[in-house]
């Protein structure tokens, strides 16, 4: 996510998001955690911080997904695994990102408090029905099958002392495991309506893209009642079968992700992306379709995942997207065939990645000096023009005795957006995010911002700002903030003052 961010913008506006929510209610942001340069260890955010791996999984998942849209991927259906599955709904508009991140928040604590009394979590490399023999076999009332990714990967739950018998069991007859330290484990029923309590009154939206749920093993409705979905999510295991007894589990929630995905294949999904940074539900997929004969007519990608030798796989993934036709391309490409035509676009993605800021800043420097320089021999031996004569020159900077008030400074940004832009400015919402809804691309933002500070007369911005702002009321607040740093002591000018842009209002 750290390498991510430099290059993606929506990496940062998506846990911009999140961290308004991490700081409302523990006073410390995400993104202080997760993309610093020196990043924090795994290990301790896991035992000190739960929250932190949930919602960075879920973040991640979230910003892959925008990359993906921002490129013109328009998914047939969206899937999530466990987590994943509030990662689906969120980016299927369901809940906003910020009350995404609550309700991954309230599932942290209440795993926690349950893990807290409770148990372990144990991968078992066995079919879902030997895992419930085996379970019988050992014949605890709290040990279960907690979840099935896959049809010989199968995931169980309980207290400590009867996992530590299921492993010496599978010690004896040879079976593979691991310990996990993500909670799989279905909790308690009592947890289901403090959940859907806790959740209940954030906003929910209908649905704007299909979602499969593996659980329900169906799509959801586009108005179901989330909360209380979400709520029984927690307390039923994902796998097929039967108890221990013989008897059947609850049937509507006893479906599996490999299910899931014969489901979408047998649906005609023939191309499957996996959002966030890892592979393994790539690898379950291609596993399970293998298995089915059907995995020659399949196409299996990942996003955020660093493949061998540490490299992003993001871009390879685009590449192959556009070249089937389902995504589209990028201003980086014009730029690469016009700056370094040499360079891959592997290549000149992690160029731009790295540099691109510098470069975008160097010529806003140059073209001020260009500006200066043809203005200067345009009128050598002419007397200035007076106030009268009219308006400045667009992209000249206005001689400033005070601060513009907010709405004057929000009428001249985006005055000066839709010009550059050629679009219309009612297109250009102060809300509307630039990248996400826009299609503004970073290089595009970064030179917009640019020119809106040339235009004030402020310096550019140094390398320590992370990311340019996602919408033009926040590129408002950055130049208000900026303007009062160097006028310590504004008043309000009693007129407008003249900027020269198109179609100003006062």
């Known amino acids: 996510m750290r390498r991510t961010h430099h290059g993606y913008s929506q990496v940062r506006a998506v846990f911009d998001e999140i961290d308004a929510v991490t700081e409302e209610l523990s006073?410390?942001?995400?993104?202080?955690?997760?993309?610093?340069?020196?990043?924090?260890?795994?290990?301790?955010?896991?035992?000190?911080?739960?929250?932190?791996?949930?919602?960075?999984?879920?973040?991640?998942?979230?910003?892959?997904?925008?990359?993906?849209?921002?490129?013109?991927?328009?998914?047939?259906?969206?899937?999530?695994?466990?987590?994943?599955?509030?990662?689906?709904?969120?980016?299927?508009?369901?809940?906003?990102?910020?009350?995404?991140?609550?309700?991954?928040?309230?599932?942290?604590d209440l795993l926690r408090d349950r893990d807290a009394a409770s148990g372990a979590t144990?991968?078992?490399?066995?079919?879902?029905?030997?895992?419930?023999?085996?379970?019988?076999?050992?014949?605890?009332?709290?040990?279960?099958?907690?979840?099935?990714?896959?049809?010989?990967?199968t995931v169980l739950s309980g207290p400590r002392e009867a996992i530590d018998q299921v492993k010496a069991v599978a010690d004896r007859l040879g079976i593979r495991y691991a310990e996990l330290a993500a909670p799989h484990t279905p909790s308690p029923a009592t947890m289901a309506p403090r959940f859907a309590a806790a959740v209940r009154d954030l906003p929910q939206h209908p649905l704007t893209a299909p979602v499969h749920s593996p659980l329900l093993g169906r799509r959801y409705g586009p108005t179901e009642p989330l909360p209380d979905l979400l709520a029984n999510h927690l307390t039923h295991p994902t796998t097929p079968s039967q108890n221990p007894t013989g008897n059947l589990t609850d049937p509507p929630l006893t479906k599996s992700f490999s299910d899931a995905v014969r489901t979408l294949h047998g649906h005609g999904e023939r191309t499957f992306v996996e959002t966030g940074g890892g592979a393994t539900l790539s690898c379950l997929v291609h596993r399970t379709l293998s298995e089915e004969g059907a995995d020659h007519s399949v196409t299996v990608l990942p996003t955020l995942y660093t493949g061998h030798g540490d490299e992003l796989r993001l871009p390879d993934t685009l590449t192959a997207l556009r070249e089937a036709g389902l995504a589209v391309g990028d201003c980086l490409q014009p730029l690469r065939a016009r700056l370094a035509p040499e360079l891959t676009e592997r290549e000149f993605a992690a160029f731009w990645a790295a540099a691109g800021r510098d470069v975008v800043q160097l010529v806003s420097r140059r073209v001020t000096a260009?500006?200066?320089?043809?203005?200067?021999?345009?009128?050598?031996?002419?007397?200035?023009?007076?106030?009268?004569?009219?308006?400045?020159?667009?992209?000249?900077?206005?001689?400033?005795?005070?601060?513009?008030?907010?709405?004057?400074?929000?009428?001249?940004?985006?005055?000066?957006?839709?010009?550059?832009?050629?679009?219309?400015?009612?297109?250009?919402?102060?809300?509307?995010?630039?990248?996400?809804?826009?299609?503004?691309?970073?290089?595009?933002?970064?030179?917009?911002?640019?020119?809106?500070?040339?235009?004030?007369?402020?310096?550019?911005?140094?390398?320590?700002?992370p990311t340019t702002p996602q919408t033009l009321n926040k590129v408002v607040d950055l130049i208000t903030t900026l303007l009062h740093s160097h006028h310590p002591h504004p008043t309000t000018p009693t007129r407008p003052l003249s900027t020269g842009l198109p179609n100003e209002t006062s």
């Open 27 to 108: 006073a410390r942001r995400l993104s202080d955690l997760l993309l610093d340069d020196e990043p924090a260890d795994p290990a301790r955010l896991a035992a000190d911080e739960p929250w932190v791996t949930q919602l960075a999984v879920y973040g991640s998942g979230l910003a892959a997904h925008r990359i993906l849209a921002d490129h013109g991927l328009r998914p047939g259906v969206l899937m999530g695994h466990g987590l994943g599955e509030i990662t689906a709904l969120v980016a299927a508009g369901g809940y906003s990102v910020g009350d995404g991140a609550r309700i991954v928040i309230h599932r942290s």
């Open 122 to 153: 144990l991968t078992l490399s066995i079919s879902p029905d030997r895992a419930a023999h085996l379970v019988g076999l050992v014949d605890h009332p709290l040990l279960s099958v907690a979840s099935e990714n896959h049809d010989a990967r």
């Open 370 to 465: 260009f500006r200066d320089a043809s203005g200067a021999a345009g009128t050598a031996g002419s007397p200035k023009p007076s106030a009268a004569s009219g308006p400045a020159p667009a992209g000249s900077a206005p001689t400033l005795t005070a601060v513009p008030d907010r709405g004057e400074l929000m009428t001249t940004v985006r005055a000066l957006y839709a010009r550059t832009l050629s679009l219309p400015e009612g297109l250009i919402t102060p809300y509307a995010l630039l990248g996400a809804e826009l299609g503004i691309c970073e290089a595009e933002q970064s030179d917009l911002l640019s020119r809106a500070l040339l235009h004030y007369g402020l310096p550019e911005l140094d390398g320590a700002t």
